[in-house]
């Protein structure tokens, strides 16, 4: 069993910069995918980021690329996602989310974050002047 914390998230002003940790338990090796999806305030989920644990391939959505880095340290078990240039339509709960690759889970993918079965509690991000 899976189990993903968020953390990082708060207030920040358009063109910040904000880093969001996900620290990952219940690993047994590296043969895992872990993303990043977001729900905006009156919206549904949407798809921002993947990372393999096994050979570090990574996957965006348009919308973030150039402006958000997903990365690991497999040593702690922790995935970061770097998040630069932010802007209000960023405003959202950042969830971090996981699935074993034996059971399909791969990144890069289509819906990038979106399509793993684990998810942890969330991590608020308000961009706002």
């Known amino acids: 069993q899976l189990h993903l914390v968020e953390s990082g998230g708060g207030l920040v002003q358009p063109g910040g910069s904000l880093r969001l940790s996900c620290a990952a338990s219940?690993?047994?090796?590296?043969?895992?995918?872990i993303g990043w999806f977001r729900r905006a305030p009156g919206k549904g989920r949407e798809g921002v980021a993947c990372i393999s644990l096994s050979d570090g391939d990574t996957g965006y959505v348009d919308y973030v690329k150039g402006r958000f880095t997903i990365s690991r340290d497999n040593a702690k078990n922790l995935v970061y996602l770097q998040m630069n240039s932010l802007k209000f339509e960023d405003t959202a709960v950042y969830y971090c989310?996981?699935?074993?690759?034996?059971?399909?889970?791969?990144?890069?993918?289509?819906?990038?974050?979106?399509?793993?079965?684990?998810w942890g509690l969330g991590t608020e991000v308000n961009v706002a002047s």
């Open positions: 219940g690993l047994t090796d590296d043969y895992y995918v």
């Open positions: 989310a996981a699935d074993d690759q034996r059971s399909g889970a791969h990144c890069p993918s289509a819906e990038p974050g979106l399509d793993l079965g684990y």
